[in-house]
């Protein structure tokens, strides 16, 4: 599903106009990020949590020449699905 088709999906089950949806989702994905941004976890009840975690710097192995390389420091995002959601997909 891609985000065209997960607009129209909420605007059929929430009987809102595309547009609407489209406005709910992108202000929804927004705070979402800037939760993250700054540091913050996000944890929606029956779905999952978002976090940011902390990936240390690491040595690598460039496949093409076999040099090792090292691999800066960098932050992720996690996600953990919740209950309700591992229990729909099993």
């Known amino acids: 599903m891609n985000k065209t088709e997960l607009v129209n999906a909420i605007a059929e089950q929430a009987k809102l106009s595309?547009?609407?949806?489209?406005?709910?989702?992108?202000?929804?994905?927004?705070?979402i990020g800037n939760a993250l941004a700054a540091g913050d976890k996000v944890a929606i009840l029956g779905f999952g949590s978002f976090a940011?975690?902390?990936?240390?710097?690491?040595?690598?192995?460039?496949?093409?020449?076999?040099e090792k390389?090292?691999?800066?420091?960098?932050?992720?995002?996690?996600?953990?699905?919740?209950?309700?959601?591992?229990a729909k997909v099993k």
């Open 52 to 66: 940011v975690t902390e990936k240390g710097a690491r040595t690598g192995i460039n496949p093409r020449t076999k």
């Open 18 to 31: 595309k547009v609407d949806a489209k406005a709910a989702l992108d202000a929804t994905i927004n705070a």
């Open 69 to 86: 390389i090292e691999i800066a420091a960098r932050k992720s995002v996690k996600f953990k699905a919740g209950a309700e959601l591992d």
